[in-house]
């Protein structure tokens, strides 16, 4: 773990933030505070509303840190934790959302380097049904800093169909 987040509240807009602080073992690293910046505009860039919004980065004593939207939901894995055989609609409802935000992310030249369930926060949309929001803006990186073979993901068995697990 390279950071720690706070529910914070903003001084003048007095609105509900998420405060991430990347953690003071981490800090020195060579490039980590570079990286987190950098992480940080690739974010912005990125409307998606399945994308959670950067408002603000910067240090406060000598910690980098980024202001965030706040989420009211769960991550996927504690969802699947919890329902390990999640309908087929269900999925395909979630993974099409992910995918929009993945997909403008590409147009704009940009990866996500660390997808899996907990990256994905599920809130409820304006309509009542799960609504996928990417919580993790520090995972969105440029394609040409990320490796072809960070890009190869395979599904966990939990979000696989049954046939799939068994072979």
């Not at 509240?9 to 690293?29: C, M, N, T, Y």
């Not at 509303?49 to 939901?73: I, K, N, Q």
């Not at 809130?123 to 996928?132: E, H, K, M, N």
């Amino acid at each position: 773990m390279h950071g720690v987040a706070y529910a914070a509240r903003h001084r003048a807009l007095g609105e509900l933030v998420a405060l991430k602080f990347l953690l003071p073992a981490v800090v020195d690293s060579p490039g980590v505070a570079d990286r987190f910046l950098h992480e940080a505009r690739a974010g912005t860039r990125i409307k998606s509303p399945h994308v959670a919004r950067v408002y603000d980065v910067g240090t406060a004593s000598v910690l980098p840190f980024m202001v965030m939207e706040h989420l009211v939901g769960r991550d996927l894995a504690a969802i699947l934790d919890e329902q390990p055989e999640m309908g087929v609609t269900e999925s395909a409802d979630l993974l099409l959302q992910a995918c929009e935000a993945i997909n403008e992310a590409h147009a704009l030249g940009i990866v996500h380097r660390d997808l899996k369930p907990a990256n994905l926060f599920v809130t409820t949309g304006t309509d009542g049904r799960p609504f996928v929001r990417g919580q993790r803006a520090q995972a969105w990186g440029l394609r040409a800093d990320c490796p072809a073979p960070a890009l190869e993901t395979a599904l966990p068995p939990r979000v696989m169909q049954p046939a799939a697990r068994a072979a």
